[in-house]
């Protein structure tokens, strides 16, 4: 796969979060894709929970926007793989909180991503953001609701 490759997937992607449009994402993923957050240490996995996740990022996150972006090889979490890879910056709000981040895409063969690593700062807004989304994960009956006083 090609740099340019990479990025044209990197920029299909970033049109899309951008203009919020979950549709356009459905055909970025593999079926098998892993979301690794940085609030969870198992990845969620396959494409509609991670469709469902991005659902409730995209209605969590305010003034979202990609600030930056990189693009070459990295290797994956699953299999350690040297795969085409981008990382686009962001920066956002939740609640009030800024909040800087990165996107790391590990890309198919395909140009599809296969692999997706978020990594956030500083840590009150990662503790701020994994509450929000799991709160919107909970009320979409994607996970569980967290019993009560949690």
């Not at 990025?7 to 919020?20: G, P």
């Amino acid at each position: 796969m090609t740099a340019n490759r990479v990025a044209a997937t990197a920029d299909r992607f970033r049109a899309a979060v951008e203009k919020r449009e979950l549709a356009a994402l459905e055909e970025l993923f593999t079926p098998d894709i892993r979301f690794y957050s940085p609030v969870k240490f198992r990845p969620f996995e396959g494409r509609e929970m991670v469709l469902g996740l991005f659902g409730v990022l995209l209605r969590t996150f305010e003034d979202f926007r990609y600030v930056g972006s990189f693009d070459g090889t990295s290797q994956t979490s699953a299999d350690g793989a040297e795969t085409p890879s981008a990382v686009l910056l962001f920066r956002a709000t939740v609640d009030g909180k800024e909040i800087h981040g990165i996107d790391l895409l590990h890309v198919d063969e395909d140009g599809r991503i296969k692999e997706f690593t978020v990594m956030v700062r500083p840590q009150s807004a990662v503790e701020h953001l994994g509450k929000a989304v799991y709160a919107g994960l909970a009320a979409d009956g994607l996970v569980p609701p967290l019993p009560e006083g949690q």
